[in-house]
């Protein structure tokens, strides 16, 4: 826990000290190979990259879940995210070995099961409404990401011990 918090807050103080990206999304999406995977039954779009692949050490994974507005089937809306490329940078600046993973959920899912905000309007009622609106379900994509984390363990070596998910 004290290893997630500690690399928690380097990411952060690497992001208010570098200001913005060195890369644009355009160099992000030639630097990350573009990759999909069958996990229980769904296919799963993501953008993958190996940082400091010449390093020996035990790979660790470190996976960036996007916020509303990179979900769709591009494979490219999710990597326009500022904290993408500050991540990226943290990871390559300091030589650590890791499969850095940016997976897109379908715009009709979220993460967490609940509906994407502009269907859902977090439960509040439009004008004239007396009651306020149930929150709306959808399909979770978070079992996929764990499945992905998984995949990644059994089949690239990634350190299970060192899995690290962001997001916003």
């Not at 190979?33 to 769904?42: S, Y």
């Not at 296919?43 to 769709?72: C, F, M, N």
């Not at 990871?91 to 850095?100: H, M, Q, R, T, V």
């Amino acid at each position: 826990m004290n290893r997630i918090i500690s690399f928690t807050i380097m990411v952060i103080f690497t992001s208010l000290l570098f200001g913005a990206n060195a890369q644009t999304e355009s160099d992000l999406l030639g630097i990350f190979g573009d990759k999909a995977t069958k996990l229980q039954g769904k296919k799963l779009r993501y953008r993958e990259v190996l940082t400091a692949p010449q390093d020996t050490a035990q790979p660790i994974l470190v996976i960036y879940l996007h916020g509303g507005s990179g979900g769709g089937s591009d494979n490219k809306k999710q990597m326009m995210s500022p904290a993408v490329g500050k991540i990226y940078d943290y990871l390559n600046g300091n030589n650590i070995k890791a499969y850095y993973l940016v997976p897109q959920c379908p715009g009709n899912a979220s993460w967490n099961g609940d509906a994407p905000r502009q269907r859902n309007r977090g439960g509040r009622p439009s004008p004239g409404e007396r009651r306020p609106r149930e929150p709306q379900q959808c399909e979770a994509y978070n079992k996929y990401v764990k499945a992905l984390a998984d995949y990644y363990v059994r089949e690239f070596g990634v350190d299970s011990t060192r899995i690290y998910v962001f997001g916003i």
